[in-house]
């Protein structure tokens, strides 16, 4: 009864997988035909590989966009940790007053639309002359992604033993020691979650990198809706630069997956 269970908890679990994971699939095989094949109406398995989308990506340029997605998502990341591990450590390990209060102000912050944002920000980069500039695009990615990290990095941190603070508190360890040699190493895959999720969030944003920026510091997601236009929708060359943009994060989540586990399973304990 148990093993008749357990196969058909397998096989519904790989249907739910491949569901999900052959529109990906389906991505990448596109990205190696022809505009011709890739827009049939009838589905086509076997056809003739090209690169032809991919030079494409080339002769537009693709990797200036790139590289400002890949700048403001390490800029943005590395501005969240830096403000997020003291904050939270504030929050859980040494606690201020109300701290309720002060997640929830936190968290508020995430309550307002994108868009009632927009016009202010703006104004304000316009006045300031930073408009289309990937380092002021960065700081509002960091502003967007440091609420969501700050409470993350309560949980991890509420997880560290408070025997192993008072532990190195008595062996005469100050601030500076206690949070860099004994907390943050003990939180490392909390760290390396939080980093992840940031850096995915700001790879993907879609709203104010179209309406912030205009030819500098565009970055990946605008490009690919330029694929789209009034003569039709180019799904060849489109499946190719959603591939091409789809790596690097793909590539972030298996290179740090024991991490980003280890991470989430930590925060969920209690």
Do not use: H
Not at 128 to 150: C, E, G, H, T
Request: charged fraction near 15%; proline fraction near 5%.
């Amino acid at each position: 009864m148990r093993t008749t269970k357990g196969r058909l908890l397998t096989g519904i679990t790989w249907i739910i997988a491949v569901t999900y994971f052959f529109p990906v699939l389906w991505m990448f095989i596109n990205s190696f035909k022809s505009e011709n094949d890739a827009a049939s109406l009838t589905p086509k398995f076997i056809f003739t590989p090209t690169l032809e989308g991919f030079s494409r990506l080339v002769d537009r340029g693709m990797g200036s966009y790139l590289t400002n997605s890949l700048m403001a998502s390490l800029i943005s990341t590395t501005l969240v940790l830096l403000l997020a591990i003291p904050a939270a450590y504030a929050l859980s390990i040494r606690p201020v007053v109300k701290v309720q209060d002060a997640l929830f102000f936190f968290i508020s912050t995430r309550f307002m639309p994108a868009a009632a944002s927009i016009l202010p920000l703006f104004i304000i980069f316009k006045n300031l002359r930073v408009l289309d500039n990937i380092f002021a695009l960065s700081l509002v990615y960091a502003s967007m992604n440091l609420p969501i990290a700050i409470w993350m990095m309560r949980s991890f941190l509420s997880e560290v033993p408070i025997e192993v603070i008072e532990a190195s508190r008595i062996d005469g360890a100050d601030f500076e020691t206690e949070l860099w040699s004994v907390v943050l190493p003990i939180v490392l895959p909390g760290i390396a979650a939080v980093a992840l999720i940031c850096f995915i969030f700001s790879w993907n944003e879609y709203f104010f990198s179209v309406l912030l920026t205009s030819a500098n510091a565009k970055t990946t997601p605008p490009f690919l809706a330029s694929f789209v236009d009034g003569r039709g929708q180019f799904l060849a060359v489109l499946s190719a630069a959603s591939t091409v943009a789809a790596l690097p994060v793909i590539l972030a989540g298996w290179l740090a997956q024991k991490q980003l586990v280890r991470g989430l399973a930590m925060g969920a304990v209690k």
